[in-house]
């Protein structure tokens, strides 16, 4: 597994806001968004593209265009919801998948409560949108099931991830033949006694959409 830790200081500023208490929610919203689309720009380093010729006012010019199939993007309701926008902003023309899933608070353990992606991804490239990654579990399922269903590779975007996570992760996928890629704004220092990535940020579905 690759690990990719933006090093900007457009990211590190929006991440500081971000992780801030006292900013509220229309405000995260906004800032989760712009970080998205930062981090999108190094995650799509790979992403396919096909070689074509367009003529310009002037004279032809070799160029490129995304690759069909076209990538999906499949954000973790709920709190990857908050980072669709900033996506597809930078991939208009990928296609968008659904995923329910949420980390039962005493054990930790991810569910999965919703499902709405192609039954078949064979030779698609994947983009999973959830703001943190903390013990792993949930995109470890994300990932499960995306490589279950023929996914060609998998790339999480994440705006924060903890140590236990990434190392979760790499073990859980070991040897497998499918890349898998993280990209995040920041490789946080533990979690604490309920899985809670410190410093963090706090709970971030509860913060874009307030407390459920
Ligand atoms: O790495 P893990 O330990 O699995 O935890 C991370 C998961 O927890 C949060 O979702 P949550 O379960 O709070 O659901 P929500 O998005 O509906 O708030 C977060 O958005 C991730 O999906
Ligand atoms: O720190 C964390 C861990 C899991 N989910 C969150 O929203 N925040
Ligand atoms: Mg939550």
Redesign the pocket.
Known sequence: MQTLIVDHPLVAHKLTALRDARTDSPTFRRLADELVTLLAYEATRDVQVTDVTVDTPLAPAQGVRLARPVPLVVP??????GMLDGMTRLLPTAEVGFL??????ST???QTYATRLPEDLSGRQCYVL?????????????IEFLFGRGARDVTAICLLA?PE?IA?LDEAFRGGERPIRVVTAALDER?NEN?YIVPGLG????R??GV?
């Open positions: 973790i309701l709920r709190a990857g919801l329910g899933m949420i980390r039962d608070e930790l353990k991810a959830d703001p943190m990654l903390a013990t792993g579990g949930t995109l470890a399922a994300a903890a996570g979760y979690l899985g709970d971030a579905g509860d874009l959409y459920v």
